[in-house]
């Protein structure tokens, strides 16, 4: 089992940069792909951004945040990050951490195996 816990969140200005964590426990997820995903109240759960196991690490990003946001993981403190920087009221939600035993990087949240309990990020304009 790996339990994860999303850090960091909390409430911006138009423009502003936030970082979030999220600490991974019960095993190490150097050969899991991360990825990040948000949910906006009364949308469905999207990509933000994926990085692949250990080996490769390949990150992917939602174009919608391509350019903004920047997806890093340290292995060594089994720690995945997302920099957010100039951030925008539409970038409001909840944002979730996932891991996925497969390595490879999918854009589908059903494909993902664990959760954190997610973190509110609010951008005000």
């Known amino acids: 089992q790996v339990q994860l816990v999303e850090s960091g969140g909390g409430l911006v200005q138009a423009g502003d940069s936030l970082r979030l964590s999220c600490a991974a426990s019960?095993?190490?997820?150097?050969?899991?792909?991360l990825g990040w995903f948000r949910q906006a109240p009364g949308k469905e759960r999207e990509f933000v951004a994926g990085?692949?196991?250990?080996?490769?690490?390949?990150?992917y990003y939602a174009d919608s945040v391509k350019g903004r946001f920047t997806i890093s993981r340290d292995n060594a403190k089994n720690t995945l990050f997302l920099q957010m920087n100039s951030l925008k009221p539409e970038d409001t939600a909840i944002y979730y951490c996932?891991?996925?035993?497969?390595?490879?990087?999918?854009?589908?949240?059903?494909?993902?195996?664990?959760w954190g309990q997610g973190a509110q990020v609010t951008v005000s304009s």
């Open positions: 990085i692949s196991w250990s080996w490769s690490s390949n990150t």
């Open positions: 019960g095993r190490t997820v150097s050969r899991y792909a």
């Open positions: 996932a891991a996925d035993n497969g390595g490879v990087v999918r854009r589908s949240h059903a494909e993902y195996d664990y």
